[in-house]
């Protein structure tokens, strides 16, 4: 098989949320998933490891591996300790039973 006959990354994501159970799942990490990428993020733009970032906020670096993984959403105690320790600033909204990060 060639490079080029494998699909995207893209590609098997649409292909697999085809799937309703797939597509629940996804749905239901949403969130959890959008702070993950903003903690990583905000990690690999300044330089830190987890355990550099956890002694930054005041949490473990077991705690910043779990909101890493965007398994589980944090609670809006574990946001507002990012927010105070890092300045990032996490804007929800919470409608119709969803929540998601309002766009700035």
Sequence with gaps: MKLSDLKSAQEVLEERQQ?????????RTAFARDVALRI?????????????LARKVGMTQSVIARL??????PS???LAKLSKGTGMDFEIK??????EFVAA
């Design 19 to 27: 799937d309703p159970e797939v597509r629940a799942e996804w749905d």
């Design 40 to 52: 990583v993020r905000y990690r690999n733009e300044n330089n830190l490891t987890q355990s550099a």
């Design 68 to 73: 890493e993984s965007g398994d589980q959403p």
């Design 76 to 78: 809006i105690q574990t």
């Design 94 to 99: 919470f409608t119709h039973g969803s929540v």
